[in-house]
């Protein structure tokens, strides 16, 4: 069984330390450890980074209000409506989906966590608060942005899982020029407009043209591949400038993939009705 100390000097050794760590994982990758998911939690903070994870709550998605956006990734006609809890922010209020990691970041004393009520983001480390500076529901990525404009170390690490997990890639596509997706959820009790990701089922596919700025590191008992935050957001851009259909999943009907590859909502705010 490893311990916090363990992870620690896998930490150093991978170059990770002092680093702003974006973690996308699954837990079962590092096998057993002393203290479970906190072990982890504990072995980050212990070595300088600050940790990002995606914390998002899919029960606060609204249907859409109306039909205001061309190019949105929305079929408005077979839209129904959406059951919805209102967010709260309370740290229950996370998808099972995002993993034990980030679940327990959440309980952390210390994590700070942005109000978007169904993508919002769990941050722990020394910049937490500058990394939160900017955000707001139709700035879905500011976390990000504000990691890409700081020369300052910065990693993705995906632990267990793959690209379809990877929240930065969607940030390349803004990137790339693409325009994210409007939604609404509910937020303490107000249905608000969002910005959000597309799909993301495709974007395994992009991993065999960026081998070459990909490291595999031991993470737990397990292997992690680690990508420098900056290089990778640029080179995921590049190769979506160039081949916009790079990203679709393997629906040809998929209409968020469809519209995403055309570039994404249009600005104008367009009635159709
Ligand atoms: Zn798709």
Known sequence: MLTEKDLIKQINEAGLANSSLCLHSAYRSFGALEEGPQTVINAFQKSGCTLVCPAFYYESQAFPVKQNYQNNGVDYQAVNEMRTVSFTGSIDQIEACMGVIPKQLLKQEGTLRTYHPSNSFAVLGPDAQ???ADQSEL???????????NPRPAYIVLAGVDFTSCTPIHFAEEVAGRRLFRRWAVSNGQVTETEEGSCSNGFEKLREQIQNIESVITLGNGEARIYEFHVFIDAVAKIIVENPDVTHCEDDNCIRCNDMALGGRVVEETLLT
């Open 130 to 132: 500058a990394l939160i």
């Open 139 to 149: 700035n879905v990525y500011s976390i990000y942005k504000n990691i890409y404009q």
